[in-house]
């Protein structure tokens, strides 16, 4: 609560985004999980991770820009 960060419940449509996006872009599970549920929240993804960049549509924030 401090970070006001909420816990999204697991849904099938990460999951499967999730599948396309790690073929197409060569990402781990769980790289193409967070970056499928960013996707899908329409929410940026903050990461010290800089191949998150690849992914189209996706907006990638390093945590140098947001301090």
Do not use: G, W
């Amino acid at each position: 609560m401090h970070y006001r960060i909420s816990i999204l419940q697991p849904k099938p449509k990460y999951h499967s985004l999730a599948y396309d996006v790690r073929l197409k872009h060569n990402l781990s599970y769980f790289d193409s999980l967070h970056a499928a549920i960013a996707l899908c929240e329409k929410v940026p993804i903050i990461s010290y991770d800089v191949m998150y960049k690849r992914v189209r549509n996706l907006t990638y924030l390093h945590p140098s820009d947001i301090v």
